[in-house]
């Protein structure tokens, strides 16, 4: 069992940054990929980025790149989501997920993956 919980998040303005954080317990956190997820109001969850446990390979959404940077310390058993120039269009519950799958949780297509309870960031205009 993974228990996830995130913190960081809040209101900003349009063009400010804000980092999140998702500390995980119980299994061995380097051999998890671990990834962002978020909702926004009336939408489907959809995927923002993901890193993987051992070398740290990256992955991210397009709305995203070049924006946001996700990063892990495999020591304190924490991934970090490091989002500049918001946009009101990233406001949303952020979702911290882990799975030992880097593929499956990609694709959002495991039952196995492990979810946190969310962290709202609204990026007001």
């Known amino acids: 069992q993974v228990q996830l919980v995130e913190s960081g998040g809040g209101l900003v303005q349009v063009g400010d940054s804000l980092r999140l954080s998702c500390a995980t317990s119980g299994r061995t956190f380097s051999g998890y990929a671990m990834g962002w997820f978020r909702q926004a109001p009336g939408k489907d969850r959809e995927f923002v980025a993901i890193i993987s446990g051992a070398i740290g390979r990256t992955d991210y959404a397009d709305s995203v790149k070049g924006r946001f940077t996700i990063s892990r310390d495999n020591a304190k058993n924490t991934v970090y989501l490091q989002m500049n120039s918001l946009k009101a269009e990233d406001t949303a519950v952020y979702y911290c997920?882990?799975?030992?799958?880097?593929?499956?949780?990609?694709?959002?297509?495991?039952?196995?993956?492990?979810w946190g309870q969310g962290t709202q960031v609204t990026v007001s205009s």
């Open positions: 997920a882990a799975d030992s799958n880097y593929y499956k949780l990609l694709e959002s297509s495991s039952s196995g993956t492990y």
